[in-house]
């Protein structure tokens, strides 16, 4: 029998779980992550792509200092190998879905901001329509959120993202645009603010990561997801200022964005922060708000899962639910 008959063969012999196996290693081109995301040990992802090669009569993967780098044999087949996976899951592993009655658990990463916003909605209308239905938040500011998403451990991400890497899918919940906001009583609020007044007045800055972390022009990037480090557009203030010949004045620096509010009280600080958050300080009269001298980009918000959820009952109730909610923040 030739080697190519021997193949053949062989494949036709192939367990599942052996190709379940050699989707997870294409994707994460790492046997402890793959491992992590099958709930196996590394002798045992392993010991099943030893099975595979054998069947298959190739390598398959070659260890290489950057990780588990595909051959051209695994790079031919992984497209329709994993297409096909997804539609056994789809067509096998659909549950019915009534949030009504359904019971489990959905892990959200979102900043401080975003929790403030949209997911205190999102739980309200969860204990109206799904009251079995529980909800965790995780910081999105993790620096190993593309790695929680891959393996599972996070079902959905909410951010400002720069790079969506194409194993997730992703959906835009609204544009944000950034405002300048200050106590009640400073001398803002009784005139339209200058460019000069933002080198005047120092600045309270809201970073979620710095260069210190990896940060590149106010994004770090990981596993091929780039997620926002700065929450203002920290370039257009600066530019606009230097064409003034004036400099900011940073004075202070906080990781969490609902101590805005208390960091303003009493002083001379102004802070730039989103639109959305800005009208909820306002609404809950802790500040002031008005528009910046200057012009900004619109950002993105977004929700990042990952493929495999796709066509899940459960994980698409959740997000057309974001979705409704995130209506009214929409420009």
């Known amino acids: 029998m030739t080697t190519r008959a021997q193949a053949a063969l062989n494949a036709k012999r192939i367990d599942l779980n052996l190709l379940r196996v050699f989707d997870a290693v294409f994707e994460d081109r790492n046997l402890l992550r793959a491992g992590k995301r099958l709930h196996l040990s590394q002798s045992a992802i392993s010991h099943a792509l030893g099975r595979l090669r054998e069947a298959l009569q190739d390598e398959l993967f070659v260890r ?25 899951h789809d067509t096998l592993g659909a549950q019915p879905f009534d949030p009504a009655s359904t019971a489990r658990s959905f892990v959200v990463a979102a900043n401080d901001y975003v929790t403030s916003v949209l997911l205190t909605r999102l739980a309200a209308c969860m204990g109206e329509v799904a009251p079995a239905i529980d ?35 992703s959906a835009r919940l609204w544009l944000q645009e950034d405002v ?6 400073h001398a803002l609020a009784r005139r339209k603010p ?9 600045l309270l800055t809201v970073s979620l990561g710095g260069q210190e972390e990896g940060a590149v022009s106010g ?6 997801l780039a997620r926002q480090s700065e929450m203002f557009d920290r370039a257009a203030l600066e530019d606009a200022l230097a064409a003034a010949g004036l400099r900011p004045r940073y004075r202070v620096t906080v990781p969490h964005s609902l101590a805005v509010p208390d960091l303003l009280a009493g002083g001379d600080m102004v802070s730039i922060v989103p639109a959305p958050l800005a009208q ?6 802790e500040l002031l708000a008005k528009a910046l001298p200057y012009a900004t980009q619109q950002a993105t918000m977004r929700a990042v899962w990952h493929r495999r959820h796709e066509h899940d009952p459960a994980h698409v109730w959740l997000r057309e639910q974001l979705a409704r909610l995130a209506l009214s923040f929409r420009a």
């Open 194 to 202: 200058r460019i000069a007044d933002l080198a005047d007045f120092p």
């Open 219 to 224: 994004f770090i990037a990981e596993r091929g």
């Open 180 to 185: 300048l906001v200050f106590r009640r009583g």
């Open 280 to 285: 909820a300080f306002v609404a809950r009269r």
């Open 64 to 88: 290489t200092p950057k990780g588990m780098e595909p051959t051209a044999r695994a790079l031919a087949m992984a497209p329709a190998l994993r297409e096909a996976l997804r539609s056994i």
């Open 135 to 169: 909800l965790v938040v995780r910081p999105s500011t993790r620096l190993d959120l593309a790695e929680q998403i891959d393996v599972g451990r996070i079902d959905i991400a909410l951010g400002i993202f720069a790079e969506v890497p194409a194993r997730f899918q």
